[in-house]
């Protein structure tokens, strides 16, 4: 955190003043673990082997908090009879498909669920059915979990004494009782007295009186299993009470800027605002079908068609009418997976001939950086909009195979448009971070030359396309012809104003301005583009710009900024009380039940209906947030509780399972399964793996970043002062692999992998450990990730060594954990390059 | 010290303890105030990549890397600070100590060198030739001449901004409040308080460098809490303003001249005999 993060890692500074214990755990030695009491060194990609070894702590000591666990997760639903748990398949769930390498989860789902009809529907509906399969998979459906998870047919049967055999609870101890200290030793290198120390710190600083959080980046989401990585964390923080309560959550350290807000108003191709799903070409033929199949009919997600009708007002206004559906046929539909990786494999395949590369740098940010820019030279034209002249624009003069004479220039046919992007301090915008708080920025100066804001290359944009269409009779041009496209703009470029563009995400109805997404309808009678931003401009107000100092309001500092949803600074805040409304402590006091007059209140803005007596107990056949209990504080579930299983939803698995990374130096040691058998793998020429256990490539290497540059390195290596903090590609090795390998400090190094070789400044330093697991020594190899061919401070890119390898469930790239070889000196050059990588394979499959 | 009537003397405290090497002062110190960049150079030495502080680099992170020592010795530094491992990884921002005895400042001919109404010691650029006498008068090897220019350089504390009411650009740009900015004074009590706090839990290691009036520099302006020996941060232990001794050295000087006066006298006297 302090490497990506520095800025807010003051807050970690400020809480360890204040007495806090922080815990580092990271393959490597950082400037985090520096500054941390304890720092554990694990293996890349060993995460939920340490992560259930500390759930195995909890349930096999009864730590867990009981109440807590009994009110308000789904501990006591009893599962199907025809469940199998990877303790009974070594490794796999019930219902898996090995030609397909897909699970069928109608196996996983609450006992007599399905006989449940979902509460409103008036038709039956298998639980799941929508949140499995090729379909769920392809798309991503999963990601389309932000905010609430997939809906289930209906509430589960509760054991309240956690007896039954098949109940959540107990599936979930026999699961995780392997997973001992002595094999978190085994897996991760982590040894048994440290590990045990960890157990004792975060259990004992959990329960009523206290809370512990954990925070994670993309060290947990870069991996074949990366959903479940976070899954884990969620289990154990579920079982310690520490969700819903002030210092306790999972907090998702974004990549950068803004990449919250990227997936709130999404950049993706299977989300729609306000995580509504991006509508299936074979699923959903009208609105009624996009309602149905996913809309859960209890929780708040019981109220999506109010959210989508009134984000198709935004996009279409006065022509979406209840007659034509709201034009909800204008929007495009999924076909399948068309996913970042995806869409490089359709380059290269020659589907896709058009790209644009908005402040993206896959040419270097990207996992196997030749299966990129062989498909950015496969296009017919490309746009990049950046900041500077990135590798992405000028692959085609000096990249990589340039130099190797896989390409050549003039054989390239991509016509490369590079448009120079406006600054966030040339263009005012908001920025929303990690706990979904709007931060509003406002313009300093003019853009430099030709620099533009991106809404401003948009909106021109389309306005240019909708001018040429405007005489158009074709029907595929009346979604563009019919769009809301009227933006006052300003200064001396013609920008779109910022602010009318937050006016139509807040949304508004009859009167002016909404105050609160409990305001849509689906009537047509309310315009929002973005529900769960709806309330950010309340009363004509930008509240995203508020910035009433932390030292003149209270600790939940409710007047900086705005917090999606509600400006609730916390969510699920309910479970800061008990089930009859009162604080679990005064120390933890946060939002309560106020009997006298008769509401919800505290320090937070209620995550609950402010009204709902903690003792409601839901009619028969209510529905949406009416179907929501009054001590079940997850309301966007549609069962309203926490998920400790998850009976429907994910790709890979119900519970996490530890899976070794796709290339991997040791065996599981937990199962006979070796990887994630729903892993998503991509077949190309230029996209080789690695055997497991590969003699070849003996070492793991883990990518990650530096606190002197940012990401890809457009930002950070074109600037002087700071590309001379850290001035070219380094790697990093343990005294022990230097001496083994014969890598000498600031020397060269040669690291290979069947994609390519990277050649790298050593720096040899302590920081590196080699670890014992599998009863051998596994070294690791750290490759900072940020540099490229251009800029001031140059070098070897090294995601070019990874392959693209994903999750099932969200298309992420196994960035953190590969293998490789390292061997002292400067790779060759040109075509004896390609012949060392060749010779690498071959050795490496034969 | 001088007087500065009303204006209290200004300093830095520079809490190591909280240092994460981020490196944010470095660069802010540039952008505000318009140092060059430097050649390129990977140095090898963990992640300084800057190396010491000079004409182009008026803060300066140290990281010293201090790998577990094996053979069952006791682990380096306090439970505190240290992992599993016993490895310890110290930064620290380094800067212009400001000294209440400057020797650059004794020995610049020019007046270049001056001491600001904040009790700051700032080069004039207009008026600085180039002598380079500044240079080996510094105890902490601060200051340096650049050599593309001729003339010396090093921190001006941000005279500018703080004239304006502004605190430094390193300080202002510290996530962490390693760096701190205030009245001397008050930064020494500060400091004390913290190395308390730090003694209270067990980092034993943790002490003050360069806050004592009665050093060799007389104390500096900006002063450092360390959590080991200050050689190990590349800090020389016992600094001493080389024109300690000049004082002494005019008076003996002037007792010498006047030695040599009365000489001149006796011997004239004695011819009058």
Redesign the interface.
Known sequence: M?EAH??G??WV?EAK?RGAKII?VDPR?T???????????LRAGSDIAFLGGLVNHVLANELDFREYVLAYTNAGAVLREDFRDTEDLDGLFSGYDPEHHQYDVSTWAYEDAEALPPAGSGEAELPGEQHSGEGHQSTARAESYGSGGASVGGKPRIDETLQHPRCVYQVLKRHFSRYTPEVVADVCGI?VG?FREIAEAVTANSGRERTTAWVYSVGWTHHTVGAQYIRTASILQTLLGNIGRPGGGILALRGHASIQGSTDIPTLFNLLPGYLPMPHAHQHFGLDEYVTTDAGSTGFWGNMRSYAVSLLKAYWGEHAQPHNDFRFDHLPRLTGDHGTYATVKAQLEGECRGYFLVGENPAVGSANGKMQRLGLANLDWLVVRDLQMIESATFWQDGPEIETGELAGSEIGTEVFFLPAAAHTEKAGSFTNTQRLLQWHHQAVEPPGDARSDLWFYYHLGRIIREKLADSTEPRDLPVQELTWSYPTEGPTADPSAESVLAEINGHGPSGPLAAYTQLTDDGSTSCGCWIYCGVRADGHNHAADRTPGSEQDWVAAKWAWAWPANRRILYNRASADPDGKPWSERKNLVYWDEENDRWTGADVPDFEATKRPDYVPPEGARAQDAIGGAEPFIMQTDGRAWLYVPAGLADGPLPTHYEPFESPVDNALYSQQANPARQTLSTASNPYHPARSAVFPYVFTTYR???HHTAGGMSRTL?????????F?CEVSPELAAERGLE??GWATVISARTAIEA?V?V???M?PLQVRGRVVHQVGLPYHWGTNG??RGDAANDLLSVVMDPNVHIQEAKAATCDIVPGRRPRGRDLLALVEDYRRRADG | MADYGTQPRMGFFTDTS?C?????C??AC??WNGVP????????T??D??GDLGADAWRHVAFV?Q??VELGMPSVGA???Q???G?????SSDVCKHCTHAGCLDVCPTGSLFRTEFGTVVVQEDICNGCGYCVPACPYGVIEKRESDGRAFKCTFCYDRLGEGLEPACAKAC???SIQFGELDELRERAAGRVDALHEAGVSQARLYGDDPSDGVGGDGAFFLLLDEPEVYGFPPDPQVPTKHLPQMWKRAAAAAAGVAGTLVVSFLGRRR
């Open positions: 302090a520095p800025v890692f003051q500074m003043a580092h030695f400037r985090t673990s520096a500054l941390a009491h304890t720092h554990a060194a040894p440290q530096l606190t002197e002087p002062y700071l590309a001379e903090l850290q001035p070219e380094f400090n600031r400044r720096l330093t302590s920081r450990k001031l401070s | 909280v994460i090497g981020c490196k944010a470095e660069v540039k952008e960049g430097r050649e390129l150079d990977l140095l090898g963990s992640y990549n800057t890397e790998p577990a439970p505190e600070q992992g599993e491992s490895m310890r990884w110290l930064m996530p962490t409040d």
